[in-house]
């Protein structure tokens, strides 16, 4: 079952919602949790058709959001420009307080979001609290980065590289992390002195409609304004001429469709896609240790991470040991609803990318796969999956070549680190890889070797909001986070200054 539109029956046309016995939102004052809307403006806007999303754990409707307009699209694009140069007027250091304002006002609501982000998202309460918190933890990272001027003296002149804020942004986001995600695109955004406009996913829509309603305590009527809406929606603000930026976080196939979309405008984009990450066991590790944290970071959020561990390439002097630990350690992995005592992991978000993962489990008895751990499925209510790993599947199988974005994982073998090396660059992909070793240095060499954005050693998915991530190959183009993830969202200006007169 996918978000349904259905006509709305307490808003009978589209007008300012009148919350809190018809007051506006004020600075302090805590969220409403019962009804959901557009911000356009500063104000906080119904539709005349809404459309529900799907608790994942029980296949219930959530709450009705809007469904936009291409009207409201416009509207909210010229709200976003008229704000623009006032914003960018904002001294840096006012701009950086506000933002910290708004974390600390996250802060405070972290509950009310990590209720709900379970809810709608069907992630475990125990890991929707701590998204809560890196995310408010990654707005007051964004807010302590500096964007200085860079001078430079060259005889009678000065040169001077500045960073200028690009103009309106768009933030669209994805349903695996969407108050983390929505939280690290706005704080760039606004920082740098640009409005942002966020999308939330239709599967996620409530936390990210709440969270820019949030925002309004401390940013002027249109720097964060959020729209909710359907298929249409993606389509209107990435053709829309009057944004400058695109940022994006998604899948590599909906990447390309909004590369060639900001085209026709010459957009600036970001784009954070796919990933097949590696880890790559070493024939001298811990394995009982390292099994345990491998089996972690390819299950965790239900595998439906970015930059999970996709592929176990383990040494095959190691790899019977290794996969034994391994099935030990996911067959402790509690499965069910997030607000269960002990759950690791979820429900699988929404029933699309459900029967995508489904069809994962269909190739096992098709090409008959060897199942180390997992294999069959619940059924029930919910897109419940269970934990599996695949012992050395056919290195052109689907499961080894695609991103299921679940909790299905191939364990492959290698004889040396060359073969190795080869066989985690041999994908389009590079978003993340590990490399695991008690020798470091071998370690070392192996990580500098391989295509990806970010390569951990002895670790993986550890990320520090102050150092650029990206992608290599399609998983992505340019970066988010720390200064270079700032800059893209300015425009680099050389200006060669006389100090004397003609």
Same mark, same amino acid.
């Given at each position: 079952?996918?978000?349904?539109?259905?006509?709305?029956? *307490?808003?009978?046309?589209?007008?300012?919602?009148?919350?809190?016995?018809?007051?506006?939102?004020?600075?302090?004052?805590?969220?409403?949790?019962?009804?959901?809307?557009?911000?356009? *403006?500063?104000?906080?806007?119904?539709?005349?058709?809404?459309?529900?999303?799907?608790?994942?754990?029980?296949?219930?409707?959530?709450?009705?959001?809007?469904?936009?307009?291409?009207?409201?699209? *416009?509207?909210?694009?010229?709200?976003?420009?008229?704000?623009?140069?006032?914003?960018?007027?904002?001294?840096?250091?006012?701009?950086?307080?506000?933002?910290?304002?708004?974390?600390?006002?996250?802060?405070?609501?972290?509950?009310?979001?990590?209720?709900?982000?379970?809810?709608?998202?069907?992630?475990?309460?125990?890991?929707?609290?701590?998204?809560?918190?890196?995310?408010? =933890?990654?707005?007051?990272?964004?807010?302590?980065?500096?964007?200085?001027?860079?001078?430079?003296?060259?005889?009678?002149?000065?040169?001077?590289?500045?960073?200028?804020?690009?103009g309106?942004?768009?933030?669209?986001?994805?349903?695996?992390?969407?108050?983390?995600?929505?939280?690290?695109?706005?704080?760039?955004?606004?920082?740098?002195?640009?409005?942002?406009?966020?999308?939330?996913?239709?599967?996620?829509?409530?936390?990210?409609?709440?969270l820019?309603?949030?925002?309004?305590?401390?940013?002027?009527?249109?720097?964060?304004?959020?729209?909710?809406g359907?298929?249409?929606?993606?389509?209107?603000?990435?053709?829309?001429?009057i944004?400058?930026?695109?940022?994006?976080?998604?899948?590599t196939?909906?990447?390309?469709?909004?590369?060639?979309?900001?085209?026709?405008?010459?957009?600036?984009?970001?784009?954070?896609?796919?990933?097949?990450?590696?880890?790559?066991?070493?024939? *001298?590790?811990?394995?009982?240790?390292?099994?345990?944290?491998?089996?972690?970071?390819?299950?965790?959020?239900?595998?439906?991470i970015?930059?999970?561990?996709?592929?176990?390439?383990v040494?095959?002097?190691?790899?019977?040991?290794?996969?034994?630990?391994?099935?030990?350690?996911?067959?402790?992995?509690?499965?069910?609803?997030?607000?269960?005592?002990?759950?690791?992991?979820?429900?699988?978000?929404?029933?699309?990318?459900?029967?995508?993962?489904?069809?994962?489990?269909?190739?096992?008895?098709?090409?008959?796969?060897?199942?180390?751990?997992?294999?069959?499925?619940?059924?029930?209510?919910?897109?419940?999956?269970?934990?599996?790993?695949?012992?050395?599947p056919?290195?052109?199988s689907?499961?080894?070549?695609?991103?299921?974005?679940?909790?299905?994982?191939?364990?492959?073998?290698f004889?040396?680190?060359?073969?190795?090396?080869?066989?985690?660059?041999?994908?389009?992909?590079?978003?993340?890889?590990?490399?695991?070793?008690?020798?470091?240095?071998?370690?070392?060499?192996?990580?500098?070797?391989?295509?990806?954005?970010?390569?951990w050693?002895?670790?993986?998915?550890?990320?520090?909001?102050?150092?650029?991530?990206?992608?290599h190959?399609?998983?992505?183009?340019?970066?988010?986070?720390?200064?270079?993830?700032?800059?893209?969202?300015?425009?680099?200006?050389?200006?060669?200054l006389?100090? =004397?007169?003609?």
């Amino acid at each position: 079952m996918s978000p349904s539109a259905v006509a709305t029956d *307490d808003h009978g046309a589209s007008g300012t919602a009148t919350l809190r016995n018809g007051h506006s939102v004020e600075h302090g004052s805590l969220l409403s949790w019962t009804a959901f809307y557009n911000v356009i *403006d500063g104000k906080l806007e119904t539709t005349r058709e809404t459309r529900c999303g799907i608790n994942p754990a029980t296949e219930q409707n959530n709450p009705s959001v809007p469904i936009s307009t291409k009207e409201d699209v *416009d509207r909210a694009m010229e709200a976003a420009k008229k704000a623009f140069k006032p914003w960018a007027a904002v001294p840096y250091a006012e701009r950086q307080k506000a933002l910290l304002a708004f974390a600390d006002g996250l802060e405070a609501e972290k509950e009310a979001f990590s209720k709900f982000l379970t809810q709608e998202q069907g992630k475990p309460i125990q890991f929707a609290r701590r998204e809560l918190d890196i995310a408010v =933890s990654w707005i007051r990272a964004s807010a302590a980065l500096e964007l200085p001027e860079e001078r430079t003296e060259d005889g009678d002149k000065e040169i001077v590289v500045r960073y200028t804020p690009l103009g309106v942004a768009v933030g669209i986001v994805p349903w695996n992390f969407p108050i983390l995600l929505a939280t690290g695109k706005i704080a760039a955004s606004v920082v740098t002195g640009n409005p942002m406009i966020i999308k939330p996913s239709p599967f996620t829509p409530v936390g990210g409609l709440k969270l820019v309603e949030l925002a309004q305590n401390y940013f002027p009527p249109g720097v964060v304004q959020a729209l909710s809406g359907d298929d249409n929606l993606g389509i209107w603000l990435t053709e829309h001429p009057i944004p400058a930026k695109i940022s994006f976080t998604g899948s590599t196939f909906t990447g390309k469709k909004v590369m060639a979309s900001a085209a026709k405008t010459l957009k600036r984009v970001t784009l954070e896609l796919g990933g097949k990450d590696p880890a790559i066991i070493c024939d *001298d590790v811990d394995i009982d240790d390292v099994a345990s944290k491998i089996a972690t970071f390819a299950f965790l959020n239900s595998g439906q991470i970015c930059l999970a561990i996709k592929r176990i390439l383990v040494h095959e002097k190691i790899i019977d040991e290794f996969r034994d630990a391994l099935v030990k350690h996911t067959k402790l992995f509690k499965v069910g609803e997030g607000n269960e005592e002990g759950v690791f992991l979820g429900p699988v978000q929404n029933s699309m990318q459900f029967e995508r993962v489904k069809g994962f489990f269909a190739d096992i008895e098709k090409e008959g796969m060897n199942v180390a751990v997992g294999g069959k499925n619940p059924g029930g209510k919910g897109y419940f999956i269970t934990p599996t790993i695949i012992d050395r599947p056919a290195e052109d199988s689907r499961l080894v070549i695609e991103e299921p974005f679940g909790p299905i994982v191939p364990l492959l073998s290698f004889a040396n680190d060359e073969e190795a090396i080869y066989k985690a660059n041999n994908t389009h992909y590079g978003l993340g890889a590990s490399v695991w070793s008690k020798n470091v240095a071998r370690a070392n060499g192996v990580a500098r070797q391989i295509e990806a954005g970010t390569v951990w050693v002895n670790c993986h998915f550890e990320m520090d909001p102050s150092i650029p991530f990206g992608g290599h190959k399609q998983s992505g183009i340019g970066n988010e986070q720390g200064v270079a993830g700032l800059k893209s969202y300015c425009n680099s200006q050389t200006l060669y200054l006389r100090k =004397s007169n003609l």
